[in-house]
């Protein structure tokens, strides 16, 4: 592929140059033929070589070039062009060789010299030279030459153009030695550093010098083609620069000094490597270059700014020229830095000149040029180590590195000493001559005033230097060694020569730094005391030189800057360096510079007169005589500078902002009654503060003597300040000027945190001196907290700072506390004692604070397991509590806390004392203290139980039970009870842990008589049961609380754990004698209002010491009731468990007779948690009624037999407990009581609680549950239910929804009787006698519907209505609707039981449901009577056939249940007016229902009936179906609605059984019940009928096997009466439709005619179904007799339009008599109406009916 594409490049490089030599062609085709001929051939040769693909270009070249040559020749502009187009084309080709290069060249210098094409010549010269490495000698010289020489003409563009050319064309020379080096590696051509300078001709690696050293054009033999070219192209440039004449560049006329300097610095820059491998090169750099270089030096060292031009004696041409001593020294520095191994003598001569470029009488363009030369040295720390080794060390050498930092120094103070202008300065303006008094912001023509920041400076008696320029940290900034084209000295602006000097003075600290330290040294100012230095023995050497050649000029000269310093962050880099060189000076052990450096560090902290007193150790009164004050500098107000200190001060003060104004700490040495004047610290005096801290905390190891010093003067500025120190021994800001006695500015005030912080960190890091340093460290802060102590003695406050400072130092050596503890200690001890409050309070926090560190440091061995180490530790802390102040007492309990949280774990061996000093509190001591010892017990308790030694947890319990009952604070005690919760947790939690390590030891614990051999871990937890039991009577109703809560919370939880025997103690030790001592109490308890005491409301239910233990009564008694419950098991193995369980029921039995609501409540629940515990081991489980069977004796259970004779026992005793509280507190008032709140009547909780009791009791008692307890019982529930309720809660208990919802009491009455109920149709037969009582008592219940039970004589009033009487009584519908449910639901399980058949259950039923049935409307709910009738219906369909089967038993029954019809269906209750016409169908349909029932289940058992009863009913179903007709007045009507469909159904019935033969009656009725029977008729049809005992009966007898006649019977009686009745109300209807007129009847009149003529009709049709003997004539007659009348109504309501019902009615019954318009045949002879005959056929007598009746 590369070949193929590398063909298609050769195709298209033919192709183009064909086409360009055409164009030439072309181009001279008329005016130059033979240059056409040339192309032509040219063309030809081209065409050839690219349809030969094996030629190449190359072999046709000299054949193209030739008329490119002619054509240039022409000297014809446009032909030129195109010629060097062509010429460039096959340069770019690469198939120009030496030859042909050489005719290139040729033609273009022909060009160059006609001046034809110039730019183009150039371009086509840099291609021939950079492409073809072929030019080489002489044709390479002649095409630099002509490049040089086209710089120097007089076009502008072609003159740039070439000075760009001429440089690329001289790297290019030199980038093809550096290419040929590559391909031939040097052998003997490498000089390295250190090579000895030849001064004979002796040769050196082949190379003789002494040939070097004479100019020739020829290049020496021993270097190859490209390098010689490049060795004698440099040797000309050097020439040329020297303004010699060149060897090799031939015909180079003319070359300014400027580009030849630049050309030099160029190749030197690049091209290190050339000189560094080929020693002909290094020869010319060394023996021509530098030769150069010091002769190009002499103008500029002769000359002087300050001497007149005048009496210089250079000559014109020697005078310094910017452009020249620029780029010189631009050389300058490329050797030295480039160089400096090669030229090692050199560079000195070159650096002492430079250094001489500094001198105060230089122009200042001059200094500039040498400061930013040797700022870029500085920035090298391997030059300036090369320097110090090559010249500082040497014995007779000069110390260049000193001179130059010393001259640097010299600079610096020049420029503030002797200010360069004496003129205004820059921008001052009007103001420049004025006088020092002002600000020097507007003396220097600075920005003030707000949001404007002023430009970093230097200010520095009167002379104002600006901070121009900005350079980063280790680089090296030119700006005018980069002003290459400028021609005249610059104007160097004001301040640019010390900012110079400055970054030069950094720089050469830091990379002294980085020579001592290592190139990856951390920076200035941040090496921490981890910085390792161990230089061998050379290196210390040289590192000594460095800092003693340094150290003097570097101070002198930061001192001024760091005194003119104006910005904060120059300040800062100034303040580092010094505190590097200083921690430098002290690595070396060099104390001289190391102190000097120190103290100008401290000396910058203070203010000045400040500085004299304290480090030069004069008296302090000299700072009190200023007379500055501080508001005078702060305004800037002028003042006088007659003194020299205070124009110094005025000149410091003037430049800073004042940020805080403080007094000078008092001395010793001053008299007490001086008086000391404010002192002012400035930002700038906390800025090097801050430095000095980060000096000694950084480098404390190497300070030495100098940390008197040093701590002297921060304790000044520290009080200055107003630091007051805080926990820990830090420094913090006082809260008030009061407090502080210093005026603090807002700008400082986020600083003091910091400064606080770096004097911490300051004396932590002395735990890396060695003891003898700490010793020193130690004494030294102790001796200035002794002079603070004797200023206290004499009540002048005192500093802190040294206590403070040792506490520090003390804590962060903790490592070795055996040599410091003592002595730190024991004067801390004696602090604390000191009368001065502030110092004592400081003693007692040292002392605390230094104990709890010690304890928490980890020490070795570890602490944990060396008991005299906390001895040792702990002692001083034991000896804080001998002082009596309370404010010590109250720090070393705050402390012991501390301690517990941070090291509690460790102290094993200090429990027993820490529990001692915890339980040393009493009720005398203030709330606070037992608040804090209370919160050091809790975190012993929660932490460290696992700890201690088992011995101490007695000791844990009977503390915190000393909290529990101490009075000071009720929060402690609440808490402390649950803190022994948390003790009885930890029992448990490591039961197995403490059982292996508990002994019986008597001293730890209490004696438990009745109990012998208790185990250890039992005696643990009887200790902490008997600690509760004694709070559980505290005087607190809420410690009570509390205490009980937990005492049966720990033994519900953790009470298995107890031994069985154990067990003994819990009872009779613990909970029967608090049981006992409570109802003492509560009994004995005062009534009267407590004391609500301040704003605390209490609520009215605890307002009385009774009711307050009352509650407690509750708690103990319920808390016991469910350790019974919940340990039933364990407790029952004990022996003496039925007299415990006795025991506990008479509490109960006592409490629940309280007349407290609340506690006899609550021992009903206590009772009903016994119970309801787990049935007892002994128990048998509840029979199944699928696999019970009935024993033979009600008394004997089969399962008795397994039952304990104590459980049988302990059961029959909570039996008969509950029923005597249900007895006495049911028991009604006596009878003279009538208002309630005169007796104890008992809430419904209560008694709902006493029922709900019941259930749970029952499923123990019921297989010994006979009648006569079914009777207790009776008498309890009934009580029960008859208890009224208070008024005011009644809306509480009653439901919203009477109708429907029972109260929680009876519901739970109704559960029990469920259960009894349950028990009995499920259990044996045993429980079957029990079965009537329980109907009696619920149709007892079921009658409060309509009546409800008193209690007593106490009035109530129904809880429908509202009065003035406050009991109410409950709403007993629902209840007794559900009673009444539950006797159906009884009967039906039960009406087969011969009990219930003997009981006559039928009977008391069907009697219970008349009330309501009679009533029907007016029961107090409508639900009522529906329910009773559905309930009649219900049992009389289970009833009926069995009282058929035992008429005996039920003879009572059939008369009630007539009543009951009769008062149902004919009930004078009328419906409300308001009752819907849907009401009153559903209500007819039940009476319906009612009539069903006769004809399905009554009648057609007639002759298994009662006569008597068929009679009732007969005369029932007869008033039913004539009902209608009754009613004459038109006000019945309205009260009582038409029962057409009952009516209806009344008669059909009669209709269904009619004609019944004498036989169907019974025959037992005797003529006393056909008396009763008449007499109802005659009542029910209104007038006298012809009696029963008229009519014969036959005497036929039916199988009693054979089922009944079917129905279609009615008695004659009825037939005929029903007859009457129907003609009564054809006449009626007829009259009354006369008497209308036009008006129609009512709507009921007419139903009423329409009935009375289907009744006919049917009546009709089944007589004459019938057989013809079952019917008398005498019913005939009465029908016939019916005729006339139905003919007067069809004309009664022909008159107007009837209703069609009325004649489709009158049609039927018409035409129904069709058949009996002649008599049947079967009679002998229609009887005559008139007459009363007996008929021969059926022997039976006929009443004659006057008018047809």
Known sequence: MATSSSEGQAVKMLEALQSDLKSLCMETKKRYPHIKDSCEEAIIKVRGASMNPQSSLSQITSQVLYPL???????????????????????????????????????????????????????????????????????????????????????????????????????????????????????????????????????????????????????????????????????????????????????????????????????????????????????????????????????????????????QQATPLDKPYFPIAMRLLRLVSVLIQKYYPLLVTQCEIFLSLMVKFLDGDRPMWQRGLALEVLHKLATQPSLLQSFCTNYDMKPHSTKIFQDIVNSLGAFVQSLFISPQSTGPLAGGGAGGGAGQGQSPALLAGMPVGPGVSPQPAFFYRGVYLPLCVTIPTGQAKSSYLEMLDKLEPPSIPEGYGVSLAYYCLLDIIRSVHLVMMGPNAPAEGNSGVSEQYAPTEEERKVHEQLVNSAWCGLLAALTIL???????????????????????????????????????????????????????????????????????????HQRSPSQESQHQYYDAEVRHQVVAVGTALATPSLPVGAQQGPVMLTNKNLQCMRATLSMAHCHGGVLGAAWHLLLTTLQHLVWILGLKPSTGGSLKAGRSTAE?????????????????????RLFESSQHLNDVALHHLINALCQLSQESMELAYTNREPSLFAVAKLLETGVVNLGRVEVLWRPVTNHLLEVCQHPHVRMREWGVEAVTYLVKAALTHKHHPPLKDNQKLQTLLLSPLSEVSLVG??????????????????????????????????????????????????????????????????????????????????????????????????????????????????????????????????????????????????????????????????LFSTIAAHGALLHHQTWQAVLWQVLFPLLDKVRQLSDSASTDKVDQGGNILIHHSRNTQQKQWAETQVLTLSGVARVFSTKQKILQALGDFPRAWALLLDFIHTAALSKSNEVSLAALKSLQEMLQAGRPSGLPPMPSPATDVAPASPQLHPHDSSVPEDAIANWNTAWKVWHTIGSEVTKPPPDEVTRGCDAYIPSQPFLTALVHIFPHLYQHIKHRFVVSDFERLWWVLSGCVSVPVQGDSSPFILPSFTEVVLTPLQEGVLQALSAVEKEITEGGSASRAMVPPLFTLLLQFSSYSCQAPSYGNVLTRPHTTKGSTDWVTMNFVPFAERSMSMVVSLYQKTCAWQEVIEAQVLKNIIQATITPLRLKYRCPAQTTWKLAITTLLAVLQEGLQLARQHPTHFKDMWAVLATALDSFLFSNSPPPANQSSEEAERDESIDCQVVELVREEILP?????????????????????????????????????????????????????????????????????????????????????????????????????STPTPPQVTTKLAVTSLLHRFREVLVKYVEDERLSGKCPLPRHRIAEISFVLKAIATLLSSLKKAPVEKVDSMTWTQLIGLYPHLVEVGGASGGHSGSPQLWRSLREVLLQYAQLLHPPTTSAAAPDPNDNTTNPATGTTTVGLINGT
């Open 562 to 636: 760091l005194e003119a310093c104006t910005d904060e962050a120059a300040t800062e880099s100034i303040l580092k360096a010094i505190q590097t060189f200083a921690s430098l000076a002290g690595k070396l052990e060099l104390t001289t510079p190391r102190d000097a450096f120190i103290t100008a560090l401290c000396k910058s902290c203070l203010p000045p007169h400040y500085t004299l007193t304290v480090l030069n150790n004069a008296s302090v009164a000299a700072a009190a005589s200023s007379p500055a004050t501080s508001s005078s500098v702060t305004r800037g």
């Open 885 to 1046: 102040h309370p404010d010590v007492r109250q720090k070393q309990l705050e402390s012991l806390l501390h301690i517990l949280h941070s090291c509690g774990e460790l102290l094993h061996h200090g429990w027993p004392l820490i529990l001692n000093i915890i339980g040393a509190i009493n009720d005398n001591h203030s709330e606070h203290l037992v608040r804090l010892a209370f919160q050091c017990l809790q975190l012993v308790v929660t932490d460290f139980l696992p700890l201690m030694p088992w011995a101490c947890l007695p000791l844990t319990v009977d503390t915190a039970a000393k909290f529990g009952s101490q009075t000071q604070e009720l929060n402690i005690s609440l808490t402390a009870i649950g803190l022994m919760w948390n003790i009885s947790d930890y029992f448990y939690q490591n039961q197995e842990k403490l059982r292996a390590s508990l002994t019986s030891d008597s001293q730890v614990f209490p004696d438990f008589p009745g109990v012998p051999n208790m185990p250890p871990f039992d005696k643990l937890w009887m200790c902490l049961y008997a600690r509760l039991g004694d709070l559980c009577v505290d005087s607190r109703p809420a410690v009570r609380k509390s205490a009980g809560q937990t």
């Open 69 to 311: 040559v002619q054509a240039a020749e022409t000297k014809d502009p446009k032909i030129v062009k195109l010629s060097l187009s062509l010429m460039q084309r096959l340069i770019v080709a690469a198939v120009v060789d030496a030859s042909s290069g050489e005719h290139v060249v040729e033609t273009l210098w022909m060009l160059m010299e006609s001046g034809v094409e110039e730019l183009k010549v150039l371009q086509t010269v840099t291609l021939l030279l950079t492409t073809s490495p072929s030019i080489q000698g002489h044709s390479l010289a002649k095409a630099l030459v002509l490049c040089f020489r086209l710089h120097f003409t007089k076009d502008a563009t072609v003159v740039n153009t070439a000075s760009a050319t001429v440089r690329q064309l001289v790297s290019a020379v030199f980038e093809r030695v550096v290419a040929e080096d590559a391909r031939h590696p040097p052998s003997q051509h490498h000089s390295e550093v250190g090579m000895v300078e030849e001064e004979s001709g002796a040769e050196s690696g082949g190379v003789n010098l002494e040939e070097l050293k004479v100019l020739s054009a020829t290049p020496p033999k021993t270097l190859r083609p490209a390098a010689a070219d490049a060795y004698l192209m440099f040797q000309d440039l050097v020439q040329l620069v020297n303004a010699d004449q060149p060897l090799w560049l031939l015909g180079l006329t003319e070359m300014t000094r400027t580009f030849g300097l630049e050309l030099l610095e160029s190749v030197l820059t690049t091209f290190p490597s050339v000189f560094y491998n080929h020693q002909e090169f290094n020869f010319l750099l060394r023996d021509r270059v530098c030769a150069l270089v010091i002769k190009l030096f002499s103008p500029n060292i002769k000359y002087r700014a300050s001497v007149p031009a005048s009496v």
């Open 740 to 760: 502080t006695n210093a005026v603090i500015t807002t700008a400082v005030i986020a600083d003091l945190p910091v400064l606080s912080s770096m004097l911490s």
């Open 1501 to 1601: 058992y007639a002759h298994a009936t009662p006569s008597h009863f068929i009679v009732s009913v007969m005369v029932l179903l007869n008033k039913g179906s004539i009902e209608s007709a009754s009613g004459t007045d038109s006000a019945d009507c309205e009260g009582f609605k038409l029962r057409e469909e009952f009516a209806k159904t009344c008669f059909e019935t009669l209709l269904q059984f009619s004609l019944l033969t004498p036989s169907d009656f019974d025959t037992t009725l005797d003529n006393a019940a056909r008396s009763a029977a008449n007499q109802a008729l005659e009542a029910a049809n209104g007038h006298v009928t012809l009696g029963l005992s008229e009519v014969s009966c036959g005497n036929t007898e039916q199988d009693p096997s």
